[in-house]
């Protein structure tokens, strides 16, 4: 406690009354959810614009406007789309002002994702350029604006008379915003593919080249199988009034879940209430067809599907608009999804037959699995929350309704760290209501190309799936994030890639859910009497020994060489976290089975080609 003459004083001045545009510029995060300079797909950057596409979307849901143009020439953006354009009279206000907008109003629109009246205002905000620029009645209105203030309005003739948007914006680089960023054309490409599948009859063109899709979700799992072999082909589904569609089939020999789900064109990588009601109905749907007692993730063992809901007025869980929380869809979803599954099966036989083949054989694997659980179990007298080598928190994901809870658990990670001598560095540091700690022995059991009963019979991968809570559903995940936490060394990667490949092989949503990551750590630290810098390549290594003088430099070799009073910033509010990105598991497939599949020869002659 300081003496009261040290303490700031707190009075009427102090108190500070900020404009919309003011409040965007100081806390981003509310309203983008990050920063980032582009390396990540969930990067500010690509939050705006998709904002602006979700606007022209929006105008095609309504039917106007087949055809939207994106172009991004070095860093700044254009979007056009021919829809029946912002009323000119209110343009300054729908780009500038919270809150205005005709989002609000269900005749105009009846299925928008951008129902806060938001997106637009923030991407003028947060960008250093702004234009928007409205087509309508033969007449163009521009108006410009700099970091969120009008710098200029003007009005011209159109004279090829069409309608709609155009919006060109500049994300700030400045050093508080989003710094020294680029666009990445594959994440800007995945963008784009998604929204064309979930608009079927929609064209895009980016920088040129022109994205479309025919069947819509059927087209999206056709590219997410890949080279997978399906069982049958995907049922696809789409209802009378559009509200909902679907697709799905089963994939040959992969264990696991897979779905895409989405609601009024918005990718909810966190799933949602429209996720679970389908992943339900799907299930118990299957099941009363073949009149059999089959456990959901029996009939869903193996299913890679996609689902896509418009909802006049959706409610998400943040402002990026993740996870869905509708629930009077319930309804909705099961009805069609009874409909149209037993109507698919009853119209094909050999799917009939092929289906409950399938998935009668996967439930003597899962009877197997359970007498081998059971056994080890019992062997062990191991019991879930006293698992060997797990530093557990206190909260975790799915715990409970209490309020408290639920906001405390997506802030929960476990870190899978390499041997005692890390974990002890990051139990000593770690926040123990929101940070799990569990440590490796050493290198994990290989398992490409494992039955899934050898995860129960292996200890570690045992008390690992056991940590996690995924042992009977991926639905009973116990933490937000998995972070992978080895050293920087050829071992640690080792390591990584055998864990990535358990993932893979055996719990493939987590990974496509994006819940994986890499702990990034220090390789280097620089220092003298008076600063240290902490270093993550051998350039920022040089660039700190130019600025700090007589420095002394020492190379991290693991991270149990990392006294706990450094390691606490590392896992705290400067963490680097990479998220093992991947959209659909055949994205990977060939590449998991060279590098870990039996074919020692092959891998072999790779390395010395490629060895430098």
């Not at 896509?308 to 099961?334: C, G, H, W, Y």
């Not at 129960?456 to 936490?485: P, W």
């Not at 390789?523 to 051998?538: D, P």
């Not at 693991?558 to 390691?567: A, K, M, R």
Request: neutral net charge; charged residues 25%; proline residues 3%.
């Amino acid at each position: 406690m300081g003496r009261p003459s040290d303490k700031v004083l707190y009075d009427d001045s102090k108190i500070l009354t900020l404009s919309a545009t003011e409040h965007i510029r100081r806390r981003p995060g509310m309203y983008i959810g990050r920063l980032g300079n582009g390396s990540s797909p969930e990067d500010g950057i690509y939050i705006l614009l998709k904002e602006i596409i979700d606007n022209s979307i929006d105008e095609f849901v309504m039917g106007y406007g087949s055809v939207i143009s994106v172009t991004i020439a070095d860093k700044t953006v254009t979007v056009r789309d021919y829809g029946r354009g912002i009323p000119q009279g209110k343009l300054v206000d729908c780009v500038s002002e919270i809150n205005t907008g005709g989002k609000f109003n269900s005749d105009v629109f009846q299925f928008s994702v951008g129902l806060n009246g938001v997106g637009a205002k923030a991407v003028n905000a947060l960008s250093s350029y702004f234009k928007a620029s409205t087509y309508r009645d033969g007449e163009c209105v521009s108006a410009e604006f700099a970091y969120g203030k009008l710098t200029e309005k003007k009005k011209r003739k159109n004279p090829d008379n069409t309608t709609g948007t155009e919006i060109a914006f500049t994300p700030d680089s400045g050093a508080d915003l989003f710094g020294d960023y680029s666009f990445n054309a594959e994440y800007v490409e995945k963008m784009i593919q998604n929204y064309v599948w979930l608009n079927a009859g929609l064209t895009i063109e980016y920088n040129g080249k022109k994205y479309k899709s025919k069947d819509g979700l059927k087209d999206l799992l056709d590219s997410a199988l890949g080279k997978e072999t399906p069982l049958y082909q995907p049922c696809h589904y789409v209802s009378k009034d559009k509200k909902v569609e679907f697709a799905f089939t089963h994939v040959k020999g992969m264990f696991g879940e897979d779905f895409f789900s989405y609601a009024n064109g918005q990718y909810t990588r966190d799933g949602g209430t429209h996720q679970s009601y389908f992943k339900e109905a799907l299930a118990k749907t299957i099941a009363d067809f073949y009149k059999k007692n089959w456990a959901p993730q029996v009939v869903r063992e193996g299913i890679i599907a996609a689902i896509a809901v418009k909802v006049q007025e959706p409610r998400f869980d943040s402002q990026t608009k993740s996870k869905l929380t509708n629930t009077e869809i319930r309804q909705m979803i099961t009805d069609e999804v009874k409909e149209a599954v037993t109507d698919f099966l009853l119209k094909n036989p050999v799917v009939k037959n092929n289906l409950a083949e399938k998935i009668n054989l996967t439930e003597k694997m899962h009877k197997e699995i359970a007498e081998v659980k059971k056994s080890a179990k019992e062997v062990s007298g191991r019991i879930r929350y006293n698992i060997p080598s797990l530093k557990d928190c206190k909260y975790h994901l799915n715990q409970g309704a209490q309020k408290i809870r639920e906001n405390e658990g997506p802030k929960t990670m476990i870190f899978i760290t390499e041997g005692n001598s890390a974990a002890g560095s990051l139990t000593q540091t770690r926040d123990v209501y929101h940070q799990a700690v569990f440590a490796l022995r050493g290198k994990v059991l290989n398992t490409y190309g494992c039955k899934k009963t050898e995860l129960y019979k292996n200890a570690e991968l045992y008390n690992l799936t056991s940590a996690l809570g995924i042992e009977d559903s991926i639905d009973n995940l116990r933490y937000e994030k998995i972070i992978i936490a080895t050293d920087a060394d050829v071992d640690g990667m080792h390591i990584q890639i055998l864990l990535l490949t358990f993932f893979l092989t055996f719990f493939p949503d987590l990974v496509t859910s994006g819940r994986v990551y890499i702990l990034e750590t220090p390789l280097f630290r620089v220092r003298n009497k008076q600063v240290t810098e902490y270093c993550y390549s051998e350039a920022e290594r040089d660039e700190a020994a130019k600025k700090i003088s007589k420095c002394e430099i020492t190379r991290f070799k693991g991270l149990g060489e990392i006294s706990p009073g450094e390691f606490k910033d590392f896992i705290g509010m400067g963490m680097r976290l990479n998220r093992v990105e991947l959209s659909a598991i055949s994205d990977i497939t060939d590449d998991v089975a060279f590098y870990m599949g039996h074919n020692t020869p092959e891998r072999r002659q790779f390395v010395t080609e490629n060895l430098i």
